[in-house]
Nanobody, 114 residues
Framework: QVQLVESGGGLVQPGGSLRLSCAAS????????MAWYRQAPGKQRELVAS???????NYADSVKGRFTISRDNAKSTMYLQMNSLKPEDTAVYYC????????WGQGTQVTVSS
């Protein structure tokens, strides 16, 4: 059973930056496409960005040019560098497989506010 632990969230002013991390247990991480998701209060969870084992990436239009997803397969860790943050980026951020989800972690809260 893969366990996912997200970290790095916090309170940041508009225009600021944060770097999220996702640590995965086990060895399957390096063989699957992974993704960052987010869920804002009262809204459905949405896909933010994804990355294949070969490091191909995709982004939601709302974050394109501002967020960068990356992974270190040797460390079974994935990252999300978030720049030029906006209030509408406020949400709980989760990591998981792109398809065929593992059990969800606790997520990490990102709040963008002045």
């Amino acid at each position: 059973q893969v366990q996912l632990v997200e970290s790095g969230g916090g309170l940041v002013q508009p225009g600021g930056s944060l770097r999220l991390s996702c640590a995965a247990s086990g060895t399957v991480f390096r063989m699957v496409s992974m993704a960052w998701y987010r869920q804002a209060p009262g809204k459905q969870r949405e896909l933010v960005a994804s990355i294949t084992p070969g490091l191909s990436t995709n982004y939601a239009d709302s974050v394109k040019g501002r967020f960068t997803i990356s992974r270190d397969n040797a460390k079974s860790t994935m990252y999300l560098q978030m720049n030029s943050l906006k209030p509408e980026d406020t949400a709980v951020y989760y990591c998981n497989r792109l398809a065929g989800w593992f059990s969800w972690g606790q997520g990490t809260q990102v709040t963008v506010s002045s």
